[in-house]
């Protein structure tokens, strides 16, 4: 008798599973994903700024990194058998700290050394030597990224997970869930805004910055909510030589697009609210972006926003890192809240939740301290650094 596993949210995690489930090759199984945006225009895996690093503050992260890595550096590799990769460019993350933040970034340094990660702390005087358009007046510690980071483009990683998928036989539908019917423990089908039913055998919440309802539709309740970013695209008349991904001591973020400069900032906690429409909010970049920047890269007093454009994190509240397990009822399950990390770790999330749905346990990298029970018990796992 065949098995149908249904994933609710067609962007990066929820075509990843869906991939790595097909590379089962099960004729037994049927794959079925639903997304109500089949454009993608409001997708958070097509609006990101699509970077990759290992240098994060728990070890799930940093191991999904790296993995992560290595498969977007297989699908470059593939570009010719399959016409298309995912644009990934090499490039360090740097991060700078204040005399405050300079203990829990060397910290940080000495957890992703102890995972293998390539990285190295620049002293002061050696990182102005280096990067001469840089202030370094206030900094106190300085690491940089020497592998396994970068960036990539966020589409092209979801469509190649989803052509994968279809030419697996995935079946894709356009559709809103409105919710799952639960009967004696187990999700029979899902309910879709038009009336119509869908039943299974497995289901998956996937559906990033929208899962809260979801879960709560199966009386679980995620602490996941649609938290806006904006993303601007900025130009400079002052050519700026050897830029890694920049993390400056303000949390403003920034890298090279092209002849551009990318940057954005998370805003602050008590103005960081659920969800506001998808319109750029330029007033960040005049009043923290663009002062912190020239600050710190003098040259960067005559910036000029180019284009900007928005898109939700799908933000854990709890402790900003992801959730993934099951979830209820016993044939659920979901892979959310990723804080915006989770497109860099797309390739790991789905490839263990495809085996938590085939064998009933992890089988290459263990991702249980994702586990939602850990809000029941109250051990959370925080992730600092989010940015």
Not at 37 to 45: E, H, V
Not at 65 to 93: A, N
Not at 264 to 289: G, K, Y
Request: with cysteine; aromatic share 10%.
């Amino acid at each position: 008798m065949g098995k149908k596993i249904i994933i609710t949210g067609g962007g990066a995690i929820g075509c990843s599973i869906a991939y790595f489930l097909s590379l089962q090759l099960r004729p037994d199984v049927e794959i079925w994903v639903v997304e109500k945006d089949s454009s993608y225009q409001r997708s958070s895996s097509a609006l990101s700024a699509s970077s990759i690093r290992q240098q994060f503050s728990t070890p799930v992260c940093i191991q999904l990194s790296q993995f992560g890595y290595e498969f977007l550096d297989s699908c470059e590799r593939q570009k010719v058998r399959y016409g298309t990769g995912v644009d990934l460019v090499g490039c360090g993350y740097l991060f700078l700290g204040s005399a405050t933040q300079a203990g829990d970034l060397r910290r940080r340094t000495e957890l992703v050394k102890s995972l293998g990660g390539s990285v190295r702390e620049i002293a002061i005087d050696k990182l102005a030597q280096r990067y001469s358009w840089m202030s370094v007046e206030d900094l106190a510690y300085a690491v940089e990224g020497l592998a396994g980071e970068g960036w990539f483009d966020g589409y092209s990683l979801l469509q190649w997970y989803r052509k994968r998928a279809l030419e697996a036989g995935v079946q894709f539908i356009t559709g809103e869930v409105a919710g799952y019917h639960v009967a004696a423990d187990r999700i029979t089908h899902l309910e879709l805004s038009d009336g119509s039913r869908l039943c299974g055998d497995q289901f998956v919440i996937a559906a990033g910055a929208w899962s809260a309802a979801l879960g709560n539709s199966l009386g679980v309740p995620l602490p996941v909510r649609a938290r806006r970013r904006t993303v601007f695209v900025v130009s400079c008349p002052t050519a700026i030589s050897e830029l890694p991904i920049l993390i400056d001591t303000s949390g403003v973020y920034l890298r090279r697009e092209q002849k551009h400069f990318l940057c954005t900032i998370s805003p602050a906690p008590d103005l960081d609210f659920d969800d506001l429409p998808l319109q750029p909010n330029l007033e960040e970049f005049e009043e923290i972006i663009w002062p912190a920047l020239a600050k710190r890269i003098p040259a960067f007093d005559a910036l000029r926003v180019e284009h900007a454009w928005a898109g939700y994190y799908e933000y854990n509240t709890r402790d900003q890192n992801g959730i993934v397990g099951r979830l209820g009822p016993r044939n659920s399950y979901v892979a959310t809240g990723f804080s915006g990390h989770g497109l860099m770790h797309s390739p790991g999330v789905g490839r263990a939740v495809a085996e938590l749905l085939t064998y009933g346990e992890y089988r290459s990298l263990d991702l249980s301290p994702l586990s939602p029970e850990r809000f029941v018990s109250g051990d959370l796992l925080i992730e600092t650094a989010v940015y």
